[in-house]
T-cell receptor
């Protein structure tokens, strides 16, 4: 976790409200991932960035989710509007050239009421 | 059917026991096999990864991969209460997607 800072750590919102999450890799890594982890499940990939480019967003619900990675460093993930089913932990991960070594941040725990 | 199956547990063992955690998978394209440890309210922490079949040892942890059976294991020797966590297996193919496919995790409780 030391290589990835995520904020906020917890967020409670009402349904239909917007919400944003931030990921700040401490050191430079070309590849950045957003995963969603539902309760009692393993993480599932939402989007992968190579530098500024989203190279795999096939699992991102594009009607309500958006993401960006400016300057190939920090990244934001946004949901608008949030639904009850979006309650989950949103994890940011980084890796170097070898995708098999992915390092995760602590996650943002979202509760939609 | 999920690509990766993992018994959710919980698995409760006494301190000092040998723990065996396992995953099965269906996709023969997987080539990299990882084990992550996740403490409550923390992100997954990479413990070990193995390429293709074989064994890999790191301290009290040993990872085994049997591709012929599509079965992977993590053994923990001399288990400690601090090992109590959820253990997630994850797998990666040789394509360029870098998309980890996770099991649902096994909760482990090591009793003092």
């Amino acid at each position: 976790e030391a290589g990835v800072v995520q904020s906020p750590r917890y967020k409670i919102i009402e349904k239909k409200q917007p919400v944003a999450f931030w990921c700040n890799p401490i050191s430079g890594h070309n590849t950045l991932y957003w995963y969603r982890q539902n309760l009692g499940q393993g993480p599932e990939l939402l989007i992968r960035y190579e530098n500024e480019e989203a190279v795999d967003d096939s699992q991102l619900p594009k009607d309500r989710f958006s993401a960006e990675r400016l300057k190939g460093v920090d990244s934001t993930l946004k949901i608008q509007p949030a639904e009850l089913g979006d309650s989950a932990v949103y994890l940011c991960a980084i890796s170097g050239e070898r995708g098999e070594t992915q390092y995760f941040g602590p996650g943002t725990r979202l509760l939609v009421l | 059917q999920k690509e990766v199956e993992q018994d959710p547990g919980p698995l409760s063992v006494p301190e000092g026991a040998i723990v065996s955690l396992n995953c099965t998978y269906s996709n023969s394209a997987f080539q990299y096999f990882m084990w992550y440890r996740q403490y409550s309210r923390k992100g997954p922490e990479l413990l070990m990864y193995t390429y293709s079949s074989g064994n890999k040892e790191d301290g009290r942890f040993t990872a085994q991969v049997d591709k012929s059976s599509k079965y992977i294991s993590l053994f923990i020797r001399d288990s400690q209460p601090s090992d109590s966590a959820t253990y997630l297996c994850a797998m990666l193919g040789m394509d360029s997607s870098y998309k980890l496919i996770f099991g649902s995790g096994t909760r482990l409780l090591v009793r003092p």
